[in-house]
């Protein structure tokens, strides 16, 4: 028996610290995830405990048909979703997620600018691109996960994530129009 499922059958007795370890063990892909709907890092913690909050309160219905993993990252997607539609995204940029070493003052400029352009457009993206995007590309699951996360087929994962790629790269690769006087 995996000491995953030993967590959740103690949580389930009662056992705070197995909950607690629960929380500890998977927060970091939670808070990625819902930072990758919501756009912000402050947002995304917000989330991160309406979902271990929703989890707590889920728990006696979890059945194990699938990972608790992917069960996770549906009540962490579901969760993102209901709070893009409940505020407006902030303008946190990407860059937050993953910052790199020391960069200089104009490479911090162009960063943020570039970020801000893509936490835009990944932002325009419908509410089923965006959270197949995210899962595939800041959390690096496989088709099947995202289909077993998502509840839908692998072909429209595929779909999905092609439409939101395309979709960024036409909206990312148009070049601002500046007027000549």
Same mark, same amino acid.
């Given at each position: 028996?995996?000491?995953?499922?030993?967590?959740?059958?103690?949580?389930?007795?009662?056992?705070? !610290?197995?909950?607690?370890?629960?929380?500890?063990?998977?927060?970091?892909?939670?808070?990625?995830?819902?930072? !990758?709907? *919501?756009?912000?890092?402050?947002?995304?913690?917000?989330?991160?405990?309406?979902?271990? *909050?929703?989890?707590?309160?889920?728990? @006696?219905?979890?059945?194990?048909?699938?990972?608790?993993?992917?069960?996770?990252?549906?009540?962490?997607?579901?969760?993102?979703?209901?709070?893009?539609?409940?505020?407006?995204?902030?303008?946190?940029?990407?860059?937050?997620?993953? @910052?790199? @070493?020391?960069?200089?003052?104009?490479?911090?400029?162009?960063?943020?600018?570039?970020?801000?352009?893509?936490?835009?457009?990944?932002?325009?993206?419908?509410?089923?691109?965006?959270?197949?995007?995210?899962?595939?590309?800041?959390?690096?699951?496989?088709?099947?996960?995202?289909?077993?996360?998502? !509840?839908?087929?692998?072909?429209?994962?595929?779909?999905?994530?092609?439409?939101?790629?395309?979709?960024?790269?036409?909206?990312?690769? *148009?070049? @601002?129009?500046?007027?000549?006087?």
């Amino acid at each position: 028996m995996s000491d995953e499922i030993n967590l959740i059958r103690e949580t389930l007795s009662g056992n705070m !610290g197995a909950f607690s370890q629960l929380v500890q063990r998977h927060r970091g892909r939670v808070v990625r995830t819902a930072c !990758g709907i *919501v756009g912000s890092t402050e947002r995304a913690e917000d989330v991160a405990q309406d979902v271990f *909050v929703k989890v707590w309160q889920k728990l @006696p219905d979890y059945r194990g048909q699938a990972s608790f993993t992917t069960w996770l990252y549906r009540i962490t997607i579901n969760t993102a979703i209901d709070a893009t539609r409940r505020q407006r995204p902030d303008t946190t940029p990407l860059e937050e997620w993953h @910052p790199s @070493p020391q960069p200089s003052p104009e490479e911090d400029h162009l960063r943020a600018a570039r970020g801000e352009q893509v936490r835009a457009a990944i932002a325009t993206l419908p509410d089923g691109a965006r959270a197949a995007l995210v899962l595939r590309e800041y959390e690096q699951l496989s088709y099947k996960e995202i289909a077993h996360a998502l !509840g839908i087929p692998i072909g429209t994962v595929m779909s999905r994530i092609n439409y939101a790629r395309q979709a960024l790269k036409k909206r990312l690769s *148009v070049e @601002p129009q500046v007027e000549v006087a």
